[in-house]
């Protein structure tokens, strides 16, 4: 099939280089020509495992194509995907700017180029009732021309992009009629030979499917949170508390990691959007709310944490951060908790000196010159009074201890991903902090 993705950024383009390595023939349109400039030579503009190899290897077939210009993309497509970003505006609400921008492009298209069967498919994530406003306001702009609508939420997670995408736990998608269902069942049916299922349904239960997908995920992140922060209040540890808890197959051990709290470009966007859904229907959303509470309650305790180590005043003091990314395996900093930490720490008169094993560029560009951020983690270590630890690398599950002390002017640890035991960092002379731990190391410096 001939496809297009509007937006190239971590869902259209992983989409249009797995949809191209199952053979179909994919153009990618982005506003962003340095984005296409650098994909044109095979250059991934964002980090994401396994990406970049098949991107090459897709131009190189000649099935994988990246452009500018509208009329290219969308002249021959069968299948359009609108993949743009649907940010947070000021109240909330999921904004639809970009949206609504390509669904005016792909109107004009399809005036100029009638009478080629399409199919318009919205893929970013979408308030309930967006995908038919998208149709709608075609139809207006470019009346009498024929196309199919569908709504195709995506489920990919990044660092693990490229196998989600290949192997879905299920592929949803709404549509209209029967025959832009079997469309979708021709185009995923290379994906879903491990036998798990395509949801056929109605295009507002579908758009519904992920907002409620991606609010329940963020409600287990806050929801342990809580436990942990009751287990310090209480002297339990929240290590032992998952694993009692988890062993109960109806509450199962994913998601279920206390620590900052969740951050990125979906949950903490998709969460607000919720409720922002929710206020404009009249209907309660407090669940959400608490979860997005929660959420933002717990980097504000970690850092208040932090203060209250050096006496509540950071003035002068130097902190080291290691990681910087929302979450390992992405260079992707929107809303990292790391962000929010820096920002807070530099506000507070701290200097701070940042290691991430590859989100220094997109970290650079959101924090400026505040933060120093270097190539190497025991580099970022050197002469500072405490580390911070905010994303759970695997570069920093078993690092030289020895080392990371003798960088450190003294050796004091924060650690947001409780990435290490209490009992042994204690042995080793460090002062470490963790999340959800009080009772791990009676009469310890661990807390
Ligand atoms: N990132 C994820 O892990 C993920 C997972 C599932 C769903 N989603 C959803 O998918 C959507 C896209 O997310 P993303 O993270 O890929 O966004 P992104 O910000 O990384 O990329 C969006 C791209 O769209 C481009 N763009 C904007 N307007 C355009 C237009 N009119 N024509 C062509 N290109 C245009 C931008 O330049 C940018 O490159 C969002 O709704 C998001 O909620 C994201």
Redesign the pocket.
């Known amino acids: 099939m001939r496809l297009t993705m509007?937006?190239?950024?971590?869902?259209?383009l992983v989409t249009g280089v797995c949809f191209a390595g199952t053979g179909n023939d994919v153009t990618c349109?982005?506003?962003?020509a340095r984005?296409i400039d650098a994909l044109r030579q095979g250059r991934c503009p964002?980090y994401e495992p396994g990406l970049e190899e098949l991107l090459e290897r897709n131009i190189k077939n000649g099935r994988l194509r990246f452009t500018t210009d509208a009329t290219e993309a969308y002249k021959d497509a069968e299948l359009i995907f609108i993949?743009?970003?649907?940010p947070s505006d000021d109240a909330g609400h999921a904004d639809l700017k970009?949206v609504l921008?390509?669904a005016d492009?792909i109107a004009a298209a399809l005036k100029r180029f009638p009478g080629k069967p399409r199919t318009v498919v919205v893929?970013?994530?979408?308030p309930v009732g967006t995908t038919l406003k998208v149709r709608d306001r075609i139809r207006a702009a470019a009346p009498g021309t024929k196309f199919g609508i569908a709504n195709n939420?995506?489920?990919?997670?990044?660092g693990d992009?490229i196998t989600d995408f290949n192997k879905p736990d299920r592929v949803v998608v709404g549509v209209e009629d029967e025959e832009t269902g079997a469309l979708f069942r021709r185009l995923y049916d290379p994906f879903v030979r491990n036998g798990h299922p395509i949801f056929l349904m109605d295009i507002l239960s579908s758009e519904m499917v992920k907002y409620a997908s991606n609010n329940f995920l963020a409600t287990k992140i806050s929801f342990i949170n809580e436990m942990a922060n009751l287990c310090e209040a209480y002297g339990a540890d929240i290590g032992k508390v998952r694993e009692g808890m988890c062993a109960d197959k109806r509450i199962g051990s994913q998601f279920l990691y206390p620590g900052l709290g969740y951050g990125?470009?979906?949950f903490p966007?998709?969460t607000l959007a919720c409720i922002a859904m929710g206020q404009s229907a009249g209907v309660p959303v407090s669940v959400s709310q608490a979860v997005h509470d929660t959420n933002q309650h717990q980097r504000d305790r970690f850092f208040a944490r932090i203060e209250s180590h050096f006496g509540g005043n950071l003035k002068g003091k130097s902190l080291a951060f290691w990681g910087l990314a929302f979450k390992p395996r992405t260079d992707?900093v929107r809303e990292a908790p790391a962000l929010t930490l820096i920002r807070k720490a530099l506000a507070a008169g701290a200097t701070v000196r940042a290691f991430d094993p590859v989100a220094s560029e997109t970290a650079r560009a959101e924090l400026g010159n505040g933060p120093t951020i270097v190539s190497e983690m025991y580099e970022a270590a050197k002469g500072a009074d405490a580390l911070v630890i905010c994303t759970d690398w695997d570069d920093f599950k078993s690092p030289d201890f020895d080392r990371l002390a003798a960088a450190l002017k003294s050796p004091v640890v924060f650690d947001g991903r409780n990435l290490y035991r209490p009992d042994e960092l204690v042995r080793r002379g460090f002062t470490y902090y963790s999340v959800g731990r009080a009772g791990a190391a009676p009469g310890s410096r661990a807390r």
């Open positions: 509007v937006g190239t950024g971590y869902v259209g349109l982005d506003v962003d984005k964002i993949c743009v970003g649907t970009y921008a390509a492009d893929k970013s994530t979408v939420p995506e489920f990919l997670k990044e992009a990125g470009s979906c966007k998709d992707d």
